[in-house]
């Protein structure tokens, strides 16, 4: 249609095919001269020209609406929920059953939910999508009417284990219908943050040749792969050797540990934090999954086996360490109490009138204190004398791994460091900017503010006894980075003259976990022993400084409380990382978050020595009771589950007794003759038993 700005206006030939639309134009007529006078200007708009069809939007919306598809949830619980969600927000139609009603939250959610499975397969969906539990999935096969179905519906599992649902959806399903088995590796609690990055194994067990059964797979499939999952094909046989390793070991733990009641401390270490989290990941599911991961995944029983061997080995590696260390007591007794046998000889003799000669090592210990002396220490103001109060002079004693780490810090902060270890580290002193010393009488004359113990828990009382500590300024303070510590506590209050300050510190984090900084990670310290005057206040200020600057989180707790909380947290962890060490776990393609929790875990664990995780048991009067605690719960496990399976046997036990009760009766003796003979010999036998 044409509109025209004037009445009447003369006729004008406008070819269609190059009328553009909606574009206005102006054509000139000049009048003649018996016309108006003015001239006027005829104006043409296209209203309702043909416009271009947008083939590219209907393609795009016929291309979007193809990709849809009809799926049937079968099993609307708490996983299938989690899926039905994506599924709705993708677009696609999505019906449910349950045994249990959730009519209400599938109308919450936009779903159809069915009680009925005949009016569900009446409604002909192309994809059947079973989220019902390991356990009750053959039930709930058998109890579908198949019947009703469109032939060569796709069928799709979701359970964690595979071998198992492969099996069954291959007997139970006629030859045209199509199956996919799959697993998600990842749930409500994993998956809270979105799909991306997480893995989700397939195998196409059985798909048509036809285009449309092909496309069918391929969007289902597509559905994660929009939510940025790891697609990761392999065979079901491939998923459950890798699944027993990972998933169940995983889900083992985390229901031990549950057993354990473990709780967040005031100095959570980043490996417990993952316990903690790796507990809540798994507490939420159900123990039908576990016991599911366990029953019909036939390489569970090895991997439990071998967790148990792995435990108890480390169990055992403990306690034969901690009977030789009873053994090395009793011996060592032994000899004390004839040095004490013979020293009382000589006593004896001197006291004769003869000399009483002393050894070097005798010699060394007659460094006695006087009360005198410690008096006039603690009148005195001047004790410590420092041309820049703000920096500090700190002897490093121990510079093994953790020295260097804590001595790289300290120097980035001005302080002036010394060092000093039985292995030669002069060329790792010396690239840092420290001075080495390989005579412990060296390093004592340099007078240090602080001497910072850094040497293993088992060798520490050793090394504290060597100290020539006569050498050093008195008022000279002491500091442990012990994991353990009542044990250095009581040490440095027995060996260390009471004018020495003390401060028992743990930094909680080592080179791994504090490699991309100290930045709120727990320190904690206890303020042993520090003279109330202000230089010694004042130094011991200075050096947590160190610590508090970098960002720690500083926790001010006494030993006892330390070792309390330790031993529910660090001494779970390392036990942990070590017994999972022993079974050589290596990543999979089909990682769960749990499982890498668990890698990560023991490769944190995995860089320390024996030496500190024997430390941490020995000298921490709490480790034990945990390790039984572990130990008990972890029985406690296997008991669940071994009841359980029991159960499931003794079930089979009698419905095979009620098929036999069910078949008729038939006499179990041979049908008595009418020969007397045989009667009687019959007869004769039934007494005799």
């Known amino acids: 249609m044409v509109c025209v700005s004037i009445f009447q206006p003369p006729p004008l030939h406008f070819s269609p095919r190059r009328l553009k639309p909606s574009v206005s134009f102006s054509v000139n007529v000049t009048p003649s001269k018996n016309a108006f006078s003015r001239r006027r200007t005829l104006r043409v708009r296209a209203i309702d020209a043909a416009q271009f069809f947008d083939y590219e939007s209907k393609v795009a919306l016929e291309f979007h609406n193809s990709q849809k598809l009809k799926i049937a949830i079968v099993g609307f619980g708490n996983f299938g929920q989690f899926l039905a969600r994506t599924l709705v927000r993708q677009g696609h139609t999505v019906l449910a059953h349950s045994r249990s009603d959730h009519s209400a939250a599938a109308r919450n959610l936009g779903v159809t939910f069915f009680l009925n499975t005949d009016d569900l397969c009446e409604e002909h969906p192309e994809v059947i999508l079973l989220c019902s539990s390991i356990i009750s999935t053959q039930k709930v096969l058998l109890s579908l009417p198949l019947q009703r179905l469109k032939r060569s519906t796709l069928f799709v599992d979701v359970l964690s284990v595979k071998e198992f649902p492969k099996s069954l959806l291959l007997e139970v399903l006629p030859s045209d219908f199509d199956i996919i088995c799959s697993h998600p590796m990842f749930g409500p609690e994993s ?32 559905v994660f792969a929009r939510e940025g999952c790891r697609m990761v ?60 991961l366990f029953m ?24 034969g360490r901690l009977h030789d260390v009873v053994r090395k007591q009793l011996f060592e007794n032994a000899v004390k109490v004839k040095t004490l046998q013979d020293n009382y000889a000589v006593l004896k003799h001197a006291q004769n009138g003869s000399p009483m000669v002393l050894s070097s090592e005798d010699k060394r210990y007659l460094f006695i204190i006087k009360p005198h002396d410690v008096a ?86 050793k090394v504290l006894k060597s100290l ?29 003259p009471p004018y020495f300050d003390v401060l028992c510190t743990h930094p909680m984090f080592g080179p791994e976990s504090g490699k991309n900084g100290w930045k709120g990670l727990p320190f904690v310290f206890d303020k042993v022993r520090v003279g109330r005057d202000e230089p010694r206040t004042s130094r011991c200020d200075r050096f947590l400084d160190i610590f508090s600057s970098e960002g720690c989180r500083m926790v001010e707790m006494s030993c006892a409380e330390h070792d309390w909380h330790a031993a529910g947290s660090q001494f779970i962890t390392h036990t942990t990382g070590r ?79 009620e098929k036999v009760h069910d078949l008729p009766d038939r006499s179990m003796l041979p049908e008595i003759c009418e020969d007397s003979n045989v009667v009687s010999s019959l007869s004769k036998t039934v007494d005799t038993k």
Not at 261 to 273: A, D
């Open 191 to 222: 998956a809270s943050h979105g799909w991306s990055g997480l893995p989700f194994m397939f195998e196409k067990v059985r798909i048509g040749n036809e285009e449309q059964r092909i496309s069918r797979c391929e969007k289902l499939l597509n």
């Open 579 to 657: 017994f999972l060490e022993k079974l050589k776990l290596e990543a999979t393609p089909i990682d769960t978050k749990g499982y890498e929790t668990l890698l990560s875990l023991v490769e944190n664990t995995a860089g320390d020595s024996f030496d500190l995780y024997y430390g941490l048991f020995l000298y921490n009067i709490n480790a034990m009771e945990q390790l039984e605690r572990l130990d008990l719960a972890f029985e406690s496990l296997k008991k669940q589950l071994f009841d359980r399976l029991h159960v499931v046997y003794r079930k089979q036990i009698f419905k095979h007794e």
């Open 468 to 496: 020539p500590v006569q050498r050093l300024k008195r008022s000279t303070l002491f500091v442990d980075v012990l994991s353990v510590k009542e044990f250095p506590r009581n040490l440095f209050l027995q060996y260390l």
């Open 376 to 461: 006039k220490l603690y009148k005195s103001n001047g004790s410590i004398q420092s041309v820049d109060n703000s920096k500090l002079k700190i002897a490093i004693i121990g510079f093994g791994n953790f020295g260097q780490f804590l001595a790289k810090t300290i120097v980035r902060h001005g302080h002036e460091v010394l060092a000093y270890s039985r292995s030669d580290y002069s060329r790792v002193a010396e690239e840092l900017g420290i001075s080495y010393f390989n005579d412990a009488d060296d390093l004592c004359e340099q007078h240090p503010d602080v001497i910072l113990l850094c040497t293993s828990i088992l060798s520490t009382e």
């Open 296 to 319: 019909f995944n036939s390489n569970s029983l090895e991997m439990l086996e071998r967790l148990d061997l792995a435990f108890g080995d480390l169990r055992k590696q403990l306690i």
């Open 233 to 292: 094909e392999m065979c079901c046989a491939d998923h459950d050797r890798f699944a027993a390793g990972s998933q169940f070991i995983t889900h083992t733990l985390g229901r031990v540990l549950k057993m354990l009641m473990l709780e967040s401390t005031p100095i959570n270490t980043k490996g417990y934090e993952s316990l903690l989290r790796l507990v809540d990941n798994t507490a939420g599911d159900s123990f039908d999954l576990y016991y599911g």
